[in-house]
């Protein structure tokens, strides 16, 4: 796995494990669960720091971003607009051209392998280059 450079001399995973260790609730055990599924979908997956503060899994551009608010944790897909989702992982921002998002509460289980699938996808739609940007993909 590679990592890009972050900000006080710490690599965006250092900062990533600690976001996950300072949330020290089920919101920092769920993101880390989230980043667990991430790695092992894409092991070469790039981890970045970005906008302030947020963990960013990158290859050929941006998978998802992991977001700690006080009641979600949320992952949005860059292009998710653009992935069949037949579980139905998708929660959040439903009515956009581009993004999709997964809210996750507190008690909340995602289905891993589901999970995974479109990480995978979200990897062969970046590495396909821009033809393919503009196509909303069914459910």
Known sequence: M?????????SASELISQRITE???WRGA??????????????????EWKWMGTPVWSRDGIICTGESYKTVVKLTFARG???KDPARLFNSSLDGNVR???????????????FK????????LNGAGPSTRSKKAKP
């Not at 979908?41 to 981890?47: C, I, K």
């Not at 999709?100 to 392998?113: F, S, Y």
């Not at 699938?117 to 062969?124: H, K, N, S, T």
Request: no cysteine.
């Open 2 to 10: 590679k990592t890009s450079s972050a900000s006080q001399g710490q």
């Open 23 to 25: 949330l020290g609730d």
């Open 30 to 47: 769920t993101l880390g669960r989230m980043r667990k599924l991430i790695k092992s979908a894409a092991p070469d997956v790039v981890e």
């Open 81 to 83: 607009a653009s992935l």
């Open 100 to 114: 999709r998002a997964i809210d996750i509460h507190e008690g909340q289980e995602v289905d891993g392998p589901a």
């Open 117 to 124: 699938a479109l990480v995978q996808q979200a990897i062969a």
